[in-house]
């Protein structure tokens, strides 16, 4: 007839571990993410627990993922990592696209790899969840902006990922915007970069001027010569040779919570 109630209100994670050989929900430990509330029963033989709030938990860096019980299926929210502005023409990076995930609990398995956002003239790293990917955006380059990440491909020089050619699911082709995937990055001093509902938005040209970065409503909005790419996602902006700097892609990212 014992029983508690346990929640997690802090934003790291606690593991459960009944004493010695003793189990809880049937497993030796387990952990409980960030806003879970748990009601943890005990029949004088095993404990067991009841769910009484999902948690959500983020990932800004590669980490493992261990799967608490009691769960039907899980959610997440995933975004690859922006591509870098060019330091040679100033041409902006792609933003990286978000892709949306529901999983049945006993397929949600595995580690959670966080895509990089590039580096000067460096496309943006993919983001892996569950075997899913989110994909990142490609670099501004010598003679083209980037285009942004889609959620079947990443972008490749001025293109979008797949889906792309207007496609809500694809990434915007050079200062094209986008739903899912990352804006376009731009290419025209006078024009801003890609924008994107949920992926990151296309980073912003410098060639004597500035343009600003394409903003994004859920993801991270795209970088310009005054403000860095914001993550998840954004693109970063290109710069002058002559300025000797350009801006990076800003990260990925990972959002889980359990559906009950």
Request: charged letters at 5%; proline letters at 4%.
């Amino acid at each position: 007839g014992w029983f508690c109630y346990l929640q997690n209100n802090g934003t790291g994670d606690i593991t459960l571990d009944p004493n010695a050989s003793e189990l809880i929900d049937g497993l030796t430990s387990y952990i409980m993410y960030p806003g879970e509330v748990r009601l943890v029963q005990c029949d004088g033989v095993a404990l067991t627990s009841i769910i009484l709030q999902s948690f959500l938990k983020t990932y800004i860096a590669s980490a493992a993922w261990v799967r608490p019980p009691g769960y039907q299926y899980f959610d997440a929210l995933i975004w690859g990592g922006g591509g870098g502005g060019c330091i040679n023409y100033g041409y902006g990076g792609g933003g990286g696209a978000c892709t949306a995930l529901h999983i049945p609990a006993a397929a949600a398995a595995g580690v959670c790899i966080i895509g990089a956002g590039g580096a000067q003239s460096v496309s943006g790293g993919n983001t892996v969840l569950f075997g899913y990917t989110a994909y990142g955006g490609a670099a501004g380059s010598g003679s083209v902006a980037g285009g942004g990440g889609g959620i079947y491909g990443a972008g490749s020089n001025q293109i979008g990922g797949n889906p792309y050619n207007n496609n809500p699911f694809g990434g915007g082709n050079a200062n094209v915007d986008s739903v899912w995937g990352g804006g376009g990055g731009s290419a025209i001093t006078t024009a801003a970069g890609g924008r994107s509902m949920w992926g990151g938005g296309g980073g912003g040209c410098y060639s004597g001027a500035s343009a600003p970065g394409g903003i994004s409503i859920f993801g991270g909005s795209g970088g310009s010569t005054t403000v860095p790419a914001a993550a998840p996602a954004g693109g970063g902006c290109g710069a002058a040779a002559a300025a000797g700097v350009g801006t990076a892609g800003a990260r990925g990212e990972a959002r889980i919570w359990g559906i009950i």
